[in-house]
């Protein structure tokens, strides 16, 4: 299973749009089932009450979002500023926002200097 991350979706009746909460990758091979893709997924339309599959993708939050702070999966304070909007505005009750710019925050790659070995970064620096 990939890490979870919000989906922008359009709906093929309507043509209006909403975010889900969703993986790439579910795992459904894992446990005997078929992969599917976003358009053949079933989601519920918040405006004409559709159910089923069709619907298209607009946009997806960046995988590392919900990983952050994370040394291997940097991310820039304006882009997260940016996420935690849509967030925030979309998943207002999210278990995560309580936790922004405290434990839950962007690691600008800084921590990269506490995983690389001082002579490799010393090497690198030439």
């Known amino acids: 299973m990939t890490p979870e991350r919000m989906v922008e979706l359009r709906c093929s009746d309507c043509r209006a749009s909403h975010w889900e909460l969703d993986c790439d990758y579910r795992g459904a091979i894992l446990a005997g089932g078929v992969e599917l893709s976003y358009p053949e997924r079933d989601y519920f339309c918040p405006h004409c009450k559709r159910t089923g599959p069709?619907?298209?993708v607009l946009r997806k939050s960046p995988p590392e979002f919900f990983l952050q702070p994370h040394p291997l999966y940097p991310m820039s304070q304006n882009d997260f500023?940016?996420?935690?909007?849509?967030?925030?505005?979309?998943?207002p009750d999210h278990p995560m926002l309580p936790d922004v710019y405290k434990t839950w925050r962007p690691s600008e790659g800084a921590g990269l200097r506490r995983i690389i070995p001082a002579w490799l970064r010393r090497l690198l620096a030439r």
Do not use: S, T
């Open 81 to 91: 500023a940016y996420w935690v909007k849509i967030l925030r505005r979309n998943f």
């Open 54 to 56: 069709g619907y298209a």
